[in-house]
């Protein structure tokens, strides 16, 4: 990384992160417009969604800059805190989403990728959840689109080799729906999500 290049680490009840709250919307929006996700976001939705991490104490936002520009960001919180479709799975097959920190987006500009960000993304994290003493997992989810998705680009990969590399499992039988309006649609709909879970008592 560049000297230009800082990252912090706030929690849900720092006062500053609210000053950069318009800045990690607009790069959710931009980010997530590409594919998988092909998401048709608003500021509107964006303040609704970010502010679940206001209203949670342990929540953790980490932010990447260059200089005074916000250019990267990953979001996580106790799983007790999210929505109830997120929930769902965990309590259908015996987990107790109280031992379960889930983590949310990981968003990251084009120009800032290969320079070994996305890594510490999965390392702060992580260590924000083992420092809150309380989570036997962590947990992740990502959308499932089919291969012959008309807006799918010819040279996309699945990051599945990535986070298995970062000792992720997939778990096809904890899935969920989420609702967003795609690029190409002219309203929301339910769109598929998939789990992967990491064991918080190995050695990090």
Do not use: N
């Amino acid at each position: 990384m560049s000297d230009s290049i800082s990252i912090r680490r706030f929690t849900g009840h720092d006062p500053e992160l609210r000053r950069h709250l318009p800045d990690l919307a607009r790069l959710r929006i931009q980010v997530f417009r590409d594919f998988p996700y092909l998401y048709d976001g608003t500021p509107e939705y964006e303040e609704k969604y970010l502010k679940t991490y206001i209203d949670c104490p342990e929540s953790v936002i980490v932010l990447v800059f260059d200089g005074d520009k916000v250019v990267g960001a990953t979001t996580g919180l106790p799983m007790e805190a999210e929505t109830p479709e997120f929930q769902k799975p965990f309590l259908e097959h015996g987990y107790d989403p109280k031992k379960i920190f889930y983590c949310g987006e990981s968003v990251l500009l084009k120009d800032y990728r290969g320079r070994g960000i996305y890594p510490k993304f999965f390392g702060e994290r992580e260590g924000h959840a083992r420092a809150l003493g309380r989570f036997d997992l962590v947990a992740f989810c990502c959308v499932q689109r089919p291969e012959d998705h008309p807006l799918r680009p010819a040279d996309y990969v699945p990051l599945d080799r990535i986070w298995s590399k970062f000792g992720y499992v997939k778990h096809p039988e904890l899935t969920t729906t989420y609702t967003w309006k795609d690029v190409d649609e002219p309203e929301e709909s339910p769109k598929p999500m998939m789990f992967w879970l990491k064991s918080l008592r190995e050695t990090p």
